[in-house]
């Protein structure tokens, strides 16, 4: 079984121990820094997410790929600049991590000239930590309404990723409060180390490198 099947299979099998309804648990294969030919072999065994952290590596990548196989959807993982909100309209289905009102302002005129929005969830700050990027909680819900309502973004849910030093299930259980609040039913959170206890949190998108394509390369 490859590493991929085996994520499949423990993704599955979590679904059933946490009483879920079976396949709504969507993997990301994330393919930053990894080279095409490798992540051809994903794609064929019928991996169709996959993530990327930086805009322009992700177009040069994808670009043909993209174009020949139509059904793959493209998420942007990793922090938007201003200046590359064109280009992210090219390639990207997904933007993960919605963050500020000047970038929700850029997409926004963006989305009006090119007449389509790619889904967007807004990056949540769940531990406060200076050094990351994010909404912090309590403001959350002006920044959403703000979002949708000014900005007429396709706001579909939240994306968080919790601190290295504590224990994921606050995070989990804070963004799954906050997502029904506000009524957004998709949640991005997750990763190779912590995709399991996600999903009992009702995590939608769960965000796999390592799992699946090995450590990454130093």
């Known amino acids: 079984m490859s590493s991929l099947e085996n994520v499949k299979k423990e993704i599955e099998d979590a679904e059933i121990v946490f009483g879920k309804k079976k396949g709504v648990t969507k993997l990301i294969a994330v393919s930053k820094t990894k080279p095409m030919d490798q992540i051809k072999k994903v794609i064929d065994k019928g991996q169709l997410h996959f993530g990327e952290n930086r805009v322009q590596e992700a177009l040069s990548k994808w670009e043909v790929v993209r174009s020949n196989k139509r059904d793959l959807k493209i998420h ?89 030093n504590e224990k994921p299930e606050q995070h989990f259980s804070l963004l ?36 699946i394509f090995g450590e990454r390369e130093k």
Not at 108 to 118: L, N
Not at 186 to 199: N, T, V
């Open 76 to 164: 942007l993982l990793g922090p938007l600049q201003t200046n590359k909100v064109k280009k992210v309209f090219s390639l990207f289905d997904y933007i993960h991590s919605l963050d500020r009102i000047s970038l929700a302002e850029k997409l926004s005129r963006e989305t009006q000239e090119k007449g389509y929005c790619p889904k967007i969830f807004v990056q949540v700050n769940t531990g406060k930590e200076d050094q990351k990027s994010g909404v912090f909680p309590e403001n959350l819900n002006d920044f959403i309404n703000s979002s949708r309502k000014t900005y007429e973004l396709d706001v579909v849910g939240l994306m968080c990723i919790p601190p290295l």
């Open 176 to 211: 799954r409060d906050l997502a029904n609040d506000n009524g957004l039913k998709e949640l991005s959170m997750g990763m190779s180390a912590d995709y399991k206890i996600a999903i009992k949190y009702d995590s939608t998108f769960i965000r796999i490198g390592t799992a």
